[in-house]
């Protein structure tokens, strides 16, 4: 019969430095091993079908003398029942590392979940809403996270910083989480419950969104007031009254035209071409010039003289105007509109009194066209056709200075 091992205590334990294997009772079979580097670490001696194998417990200290024997009396009872305590833990290490093979965080789905989609999308613009709004608000928060482990918690966290203060861009964000996590539930990287649904879950956390924003449409001039407000504001001094003609006549952003610089005018080809970099759409857009917005540039250089610099229209310290300067205009002038809606006057011109195709002014307002729609006006003369249009514009624009 062996000899049954003396049972040291935790003391004893601790002085144990001499390299090999060390024998400290309370459990058959269970040693503390030391390295020559002094390491020490928990071994269980056991008999499994007929072989004696080791079974590593774990390092010491970290795990203590008690912890070691209860360890090592459930790996005895295991083998008692049958069960080899060494194939159970590495098919439990397969497991775990077949899982992390699998393991998908919240951007990593969301990228795959749009590149699925995107195909069926009309409008490019719309991947790039996705992302933006993904990348901005929801990424930061939970993108690193296993998407299998989001909760409502990790959602309401992502939402609750926007959804009074930008509560059109939250419930689209709401919506679009809520279909990543649906897609992923189905293809087996999460189960349960949608912790971004909204109907009897989100909606007892957050206000509906009618009760926390009134959407606000951009205040637009009528069509048929803008010859005599573009009559008046001809008679307003400054370079943001100057902006402002040149932002009519070309139906651009106000960004786009504070931004303008000298470089990006061709006048001999009569064309302005924006950088991709300062567009919406992060794509490059020429705007086809009529007579009168290149008369607006003509006067715009006239300045540079008393204030040279490279923008177009630039403020009086020499940088570009404020992005509220062209509505300071507006307000002086007494009207009830803002510099944006006259992209919404430009489209109401040419749907209601012209016979251009309602394609070819969404290529003038620089707005994506699905790709079909946009190779077949390319391979066409599109910029010759939007010139036409941009003429007629102006023409309109100034039929009330033809007619008194």
């Given at each position: 019969m062996p000899k049954k091992a003396k049972e040291l205590s935790a003391l004893e334990v601790s002085r144990l430095t001499k390299p090999g294997n060390h024998a400290v009772g309370g459990v058959s079979g269970l040693y503390l091993y030391v390295n020559e580097a002094q390491g020490r670490s928990w071994v269980l001696r056991v008999m499994i079908a007929g072989q004696r194998k080791h079974l590593g417990l774990g390092g010491y200290p970290s795990v203590t003398l008690a912890q070691a024997r209860e360890k090592a009396r459930a790996a005895r009872e295991q083998v008692v029942s049958g069960?080899?305590?060494i194939h159970e833990r590495k098919a439990a290490a397969s497991a775990l590392r077949a899982q992390q093979?699998?393991?998908?965080?919240?951007?990593?789905?969301?990228?795959?979940y749009i590149a699925f989609q995107e195909p069926a999308w009309k409008n490019a613009k719309h991947r790039g809403q996705w992302t933006s709004t993904l990348e901005t608000y929801a990424f930061p928060v939970i993108g690193q996270l296993s998407v299998d482990a989001i909760t409502e918690h990790?959602?309401?966290?992502?939402?609750?910083?926007?959804?009074?203060?930008?509560?059109?861009?939250?419930?689209?964000?709401?919506?679009?989480?809520?279909?990543?996590l649906d897609w992923a539930r189905v293809r087996g990287h999460r189960e349960g419950e949608n912790p971004a649904r909204w109907k009897g879950h989100l909606d007892k956390v957050f206000p509906a969104q009618s009760q926390v924003h009134q959407v606000r449409h951009f205040q637009a001039m009528s069509v048929a007031d803008t010859p005599k407000f573009l009559a008046r504001l001809a008679m307003q001094d400054g370079t943001g009254a100057l902006a402002l003609r040149?932002?009519?006549?070309?139906?651009?952003?106000?960004?786009?035209?504070r931004g303008a610089e000298w470089?990006?005018?061709?006048?001999?080809?009569?064309?302005?071409?924006?950088?991709?970099s300062r567009m919406k759409a992060k794509r490059q857009h020429r705007v086809p010039l009529s007579d009168p917005a290149l008369q607006v540039l003509r006067e715009a250089r006239d300045r540079l003289v008393a204030r040279p610099t490279s923008l177009v229209f630039s403020s009086i310290k020499g940088g570009a105007l404020s992005d509220m300067s062209l509505t300071a205009v507006m307000r002086?002038?007494?009207?009830?509109?803002?510099?944006?809606?006259?992209?919404?006057?430009f489209r109401d011109w040419v749907g209601e009194y012209t016979q251009y195709p309602?394609?070819?002014?969404?290529?003038?307002?620089?707005?994506?066209?699905?790709?079909?729609?946009?190779?077949?006006?390319?391979?066409?003369?599109?910029?010759?056709?939007?010139?036409?249009?941009?003429?007629?514009?102006?023409?309109?624009?100034?039929?009330?200075?033809?007619?008194?």
């Open positions: 069960i080899d305590p093979a699998t393991r998908r965080t919240f951007s990593e789905v969301a990228t795959a990790h959602v309401i966290a992502v939402l609750e910083q926007i959804w009074t203060t930008k509560s059109e861009t939250a419930s689209r964000l709401r919506g679009r989480i809520e279909s990543i040149f932002l009519i006549l070309t139906a651009a952003r106000s960004g786009e035209v470089t990006e005018i061709d006048f001999e080809q009569a064309i302005w071409t924006i950088p991709a002086r002038m007494d009207v009830d509109a803002v510099p944006h809606g006259f992209r919404s006057t309602s394609d070819l002014a969404e290529m003038a307002l620089a707005h994506v066209l699905p790709n079909k729609t946009e190779a077949a006006y390319r391979r066409g003369d599109a910029l010759e056709k939007r010139r036409g249009m941009m003429d007629a514009w102006a023409t309109h624009c100034l039929s009330a200075e033809a007619h008194g």
